[in-house]
């Protein structure tokens, strides 16, 4: 088929698109990911002999015949998007005609402090450190698991979240309930770097260029992951025997599975810990711009979510049932 040959340049043309422009590389992912799906959709044609007519029907069918959900479509139609003015440079004069499946808001499952110490009691060793560092930092999975240890201050009692959402960094606070078992834990991380490194191995991936800047950073030890990997890999450009950060399976399989012994009937997730850290301080009486800094969140907006969250079942008012004197 004519696509095929095509669709290699095409495919890495849109990497390149997105690579330029600092989206994540979950992002670019995405995105490559939806390209291939819209162009079997319209039956293997490149993207250039087809137009509005095919794109608000891609659309539509994301809704009416797969059922996805609304932001499910809204990426997809995104990454089509983008395919058509970043990458084929179409003015795209004719988005009007899309059809957009309505975007539903809805409140976060928040456990209550008694639930996150029933979970994390429920488990132990790395995974209960990296499960308190969640609810405790308000970081979200992946940030947790790129930190490195140059990004952990044990003296003022911060970490430093990089490249967060939207390629941002930030600050969040270090539980001091968990220093002492975190230090142990890096001391544990530093033993086995060394052993790494006089194997002739020990390095650890960097971003953008400061591999070929910092010529001996990848050994060093304050550019190792807080959370590596059990074992190591071969890079295939550098030929390096890498160590990778701990995969977000391990941690997530480890929830779910604490959850389930906790006894906690409420839907438990790794981000569901981010959720409780902010309702749980909102609670506490923090204001909502100290809150949306923990965060990271770019619109306060975002962060306001909670008080709604705070406010469900009826925190301060008292139901007109309780009234009633029936049976007393």
């Known amino acids: 088929m004519d696509s095929v040959s095509k669709a290699p340049k095409l495919l890495t043309l849109v990497r390149e698109a997105v690579r330029v422009r600092g989206y994540s590389p979950r992002t670019e992912k995405a995105y490559v990911g939806w390209v291939i799906r819209y162009v079997k959709f319209c039956n293997g044609r490149h993207p250039r002999e087809c137009g509005p007519r095919e794109v608000q029907a891609f659309a539509t069918s994301l809704v009416s015949v797969r059922n996805v959900a609304s932001a499910t479509q ?40 008694a639930e996150v110490a029933r979970v994390v009691a429920a488990m132990d060793g790395q995974e209960q450190l990296m499960v308190r560092l969640l609810y405790g930092t308000g970081m979200r999975l992946l940030e947790l698991l790129r930190l ?19 390629q941002k ?12 078992e975190l230090e142990t834990h890096l001391a544990g991380v530093r033993r086995l770097h060394e052993r790494d490194v006089g194997r002739g191995s020990g390095y650890v991936e960097l971003p953008h260029a400061l591999g070929r800047k910092l010529l001996g950073a990848p050994r060093d ?55 409780a850290f902010a309702t749980h301080l ?30 469900k079942g009826g925190r301060g008012v008292r139901s007109p049932a309780d009234m009633l004197e029936v049976g007393r």
């Open 74 to 113: 809204h990426q997809a139609v995104s990454a089509v998007l983008f395919l058509y003015r970043n990458v084929l440079s179409d003015p795209m004069g004719w988005t009007d005609g899309i059809v957009w499946a309505k975007r539903t808001r809805r409140l976060p499952t928040v456990l209550s402090v």
């Open 148 to 166: 490195r240890v140059k990004d952990v201050d044990f003296e003022n009692g911060s970490i430093l979240v990089r490249c967060g959402k939207g």
């Open 169 to 180: 960094d930030r600050v969040t606070v270090l539980p001091s309930s968990v220093r002492t």
């Open 221 to 275: 030890w304050p550019w190792q992951w807080v959370f590596p990997a059990r074992r190591q890999y071969r890079d295939a450009a550098s030929g390096q025997i890498r160590r990778h950060h701990l995969h977000e399976s391990v941690l997530q399989r480890a929830v779910t599975s604490a959850a389930r012994r906790s006894g906690v009937t409420k839907r438990v997730t790794c981000h569901g810990f981010r959720h």
């Open 282 to 311: 909102l609670a506490d009486g923090y204001d909502i711009r100290t809150i949306q800094e923990l965060l990271g969140h770019s619109d306060v907006s975002t962060t306001m979510i909670y008080t709604h969250v705070l406010n």
